[in-house]
């Protein structure tokens, strides 16, 4: 892991190379680096860390949503950096709103970002710009909702078994 110095100068290095708009904060906290990108520019801000050579976190081992509800911008993606040269873990997260639940794909960064993109905005409905295959992957194709957001329904549908099949009522009937 960078050490908190090292995490102020990679955040330094990202802003002078792509603008200040492009890192809003930085947390280190329990020995974990995290560099904190807007959602219009979390794509540069990946793009660089992965190429620049003094940044060579070149693989991205996890990919995954987060619902802070209820606080604001509520929902956010945390991407997983590994630099396998200097053997250090880096993260990276963007928050963005409900209403503008929309970050840029990085499937051309990282081909492999493909089935966590679809499985994030399948669970929390986060769109990814441009995503090549942009469709559920572990729900219907005509399900409703998003089941891992903080506000949807606890509950479910009843679980047919044989001593109860004639008293729930089957989704064709």
């Not at 976190?57 to 606080?71: A, I, M, R, W």
């Not at 492999?112 to 194709?141: S, Y």
Request: charged content about 30%; overall charge negative; hydrophobic content about 35%.
């Amino acid at each position: 892991m960078p050490d908190a110095t090292g995490l102020e100068l990679i955040a330094q290095r990202v802003r002078d190379e792509l603008g200040d708009d492009a890192v809003v904060g930085t947390v280190y906290y329990r020995d974990q680096a995290t560099l904190e990108a807007s959602p219009a520019r979390v794509h540069d801000v990946l793009a660089f860390i992965k190429t620049h050579p003094e940044e060579p976190f070149e693989f991205l081992s996890s990919l995954h949503g987060c619902d802070y509800l209820p606080d604001e911008p509520r929902l956010g993606v945390h991407y997983e950096l590994l630099s396998m040269t200097r053997a250090e873990r880096l993260r990276v997260k963007t928050r963005v709103g409900v209403d503008e639940a929309h970050v840029p794909t990085v499937t051309d960064l990282w081909p492999g970002a493909n089935f966590q993109e679809r499985e994030v905005w399948d669970m929390f409905g986060i769109e990814f710009g441009d995503h090549p295959d942009h469709r559920r992957i572990l729900m219907p194709e005509d399900y409703e909702g998003h089941p891992q957001r903080r506000d949807f329904p606890i509950g479910g549908e009843p679980v047919i078994f044989t001593f109860n099949q004639d008293e729930i009522p089957r989704w064709y009937e």
